[in-house]
T-cell receptor, first 114, second 114 residues
Framework: EAQVTQNPRYLITVTGKKLTVTCSQN?????MSWYRQDPGLGLRQIYY???????DKGDVPEGYKVSRKEKRNFPLILESPSPNQTSLYFC?????????????FGPGTRLTVT | SQQGEEDPQALSIQEGENATMNCSYK?????LQWYRQNSGRGLVHLIL?????REKHSGRLRVTLDTSKKSSSLLITASRAADTASYFC??????????????FGKGTHLIIQP
């Protein structure tokens, strides 16, 4: 089944403790991206990647890192999480060319930073 | 930055009725996409309409695009309880195929009363 998977689905952590949210897709998609969703603000893009070893900042990249060492994986790294990063996070993938094609979203990771 | 704005923010109708949601945006677009999100879950792509298209259908869904008014509408006919969800429009700017992501509106929350 074609899908985007994220782990963990739920995470409660404390300020400053480094964490990684994994994202993997099995559709051989070149383009991958991360969004966060907050009440009243909608979805905002954090980072995106056009292909392996090619990443770039989205609208709200501060406090996040990403890497794209393999085509299928695009982990989101929070080196020192803070409470304002409490949010619902989504990974998405699509064919080369990115947003001009439909995006396939993962199920989401609900992160709480205390 | 937020470009798409959905209207209404919330809509409650009886099962079997039609539901219409509108989306307005500010800048020229390559395409406009509609997504559905069931409570707290990942987004599911519904329809993509390109800037040179005026109308598109998919099952019970009909999307129109008016680039002169910078607006789009999503019509769901013969609504079902399972259509209860939030619906988002997302735009891709006309920038020669830029890779930065979709710009989402804040969504319309649709409730179908049985």
């Amino acid at each position: 089944e074609a899908q985007v998977t994220q782990n963990p689905r739920y995470l409660i952590t404390v300020t400053g403790k480094k964490l990684t949210v994994t994202c993997s897709q099995n559709m051989n998609h070149e383009y991958m991206s991360w969004y966060r969703q907050d009440p009243g603000l909608g979805l905002r893009q954090i980072y995106y990647s056009m292909n392996v070893e090619v990443t770039d900042k989205g609208d709200v990249p501060e406090g996040y890192k990403v890497s794209r060492k393999e085509k299928r994986n695009f982990p989101l790294i929070l080196e020192s999480p803070s409470p304002n990063q409490t949010s619902l996070y989504f990974c998405a993938s699509s064919l080369a060319g990115g947003p001009i094609y439909e995006q396939y979203f993962g199920p989401g990771t609900r992160l709480t930073v205390t | 930055s937020q470009q798409g704005e959905e209207d209404p923010q919330a809509l409650s109708i009886q099962e079997g009725e039609n539901a219409t949601m509108n989306c307005s945006y500010k800048t020229s677009i390559n395409n406009l996409q509609w997504y559905r999100q069931n409570s707290g879950r990942g987004l599911v792509h519904l329809i993509l309409i390109r800037s040179n298209e005026r109308e598109k259908h998919s099952g019970r869904l009909r999307v129109t695009l008016d680039t002169s008014k910078k607006s789009s509408s999503l019509l769901i006919t013969a609504s079902r309880a399972a259509d209860t969800a939030s619906y988002f429009c997302a735009t891709v700017p006309y920038s020669g195929g830029g890779a930065d992501g979709l710009t989402f509106g804040k969504g319309t929350h649709l409730i179908i009363q049985p």
